[in-house]
């Protein structure tokens, strides 16, 4: 599962990191599902879950490009949670750590341009 080094385990494979991506969707799928069912708890547990899923490979493999952007997707929902809650100094941080991540993936352009739209929206008010 994991790449050895000299420092033992060092990274995380790449079937580690498909499987704990695979699990950071699931959870990220079941927050929209409780969502739209008006469980906010619920689905705060879940992108919770899926931010922390993603957070520890990312630790074991920063250079994977796939944990990167999905880092980008769970801060993006994060702010966009506490924007709907009214909490607009968590919304500013938290597409502040998207945008931060995300000015460093060329291929997400398009999402980096709309964190940068909604933050300057926030900041604004």
């Known amino acids: 599962i994991y790449a050895d080094d000299d420092n033992g385990l060092s990274g995380a494979g790449d079937e580690y990191c498909a499987a704990s991506r695979a699990l950071c969707a699931c959870c990220t799928k079941l927050g929209d599902y409780a969502l ?10 879940y992108y919770a879950r899926a931010k922390r899923v993603i957070e520890d490979v990312y630790r074991l493999n920063p250079k994977h490009v796939g944990c990167r952007r999905d880092l980008v ?5 994060y ?10 100094a968590g919304a500013i941080d938290h597409y502040r750590k998207a945008l931060g991540r995300a000015e460093k993936e060329p291929a997400l352009e398009p999402v980096t341009e709309h964190i940068r739209e909604r933050l300057n929206a926030l900041v604004k008010q």
């Open 36 to 45: 739209r069912a008006g469980d906010e708890n619920g689905a705060s547990s």
């Open 73 to 77: 997707v769970c801060c993006s929902i």
């Open 79 to 88: 702010a966009q949670i506490a924007e709907g809650r009214g909490d607009v």
